[in-house]
């Protein structure tokens, strides 16, 4: 069975840090990119981040570059979002993908609520 796990939201105040997590099984996770997806509270998605299977390029959002680092461990089969001086705007469901470069192909984990409050 392929799946996509993601992990570690939770609620914090501005300013506060959180690490997400993805673990993936099932599927041979060193040929897809490493995508985070946020989608806010009106439905609208946002890329977050993306790490390359190719090159091991990395690119980030603008609204997250300086305070995001995201990560993967091919030999895990996981990867990592690192977040950092986190702000109200950042609250969202946070979801990671894989995505076979040229196939297409799209994996989605199930998404995990991060709540940034005082």
């Known amino acids: 069975d392929v799946q996509l796990q993601a992990s570690g939201g939770g609620l914090v105040q501005p300013g506060g840090s959180l690490r997400l997590s993805c673990a993936a099984s099932g599927f041979r996770f060193a040929d897809y990119d490493l995508g985070w997806i946020r989608q806010y509270a009106d439905k609208r998605l946002e890329v977050v981040s993306c790490?390359?299977?190719?090159?091991?390029?990395?690119a980030y959002a603008d609204s997250v570059k300086g305070r995001f680092t995201a990560s993967r461990d091919n030999a895990k089969s996981t990867g990592s979002l690192e977040m950092n001086n986190l702000k109200p705007e950042d609250t969202a469901v946070y979801y990671c993908?894989?995505?076979?470069?040229?196939?297409?192909?799209?994996?989605w984990g199930q998404g995990t609520q991060v709540t940034v409050s005082s």
């Open positions: 993908n894989a995505r076979r470069p040229y196939t297409n192909t799209v994996y």
């Open positions: 790490v390359r299977k190719q090159n091991g390029g990395i």
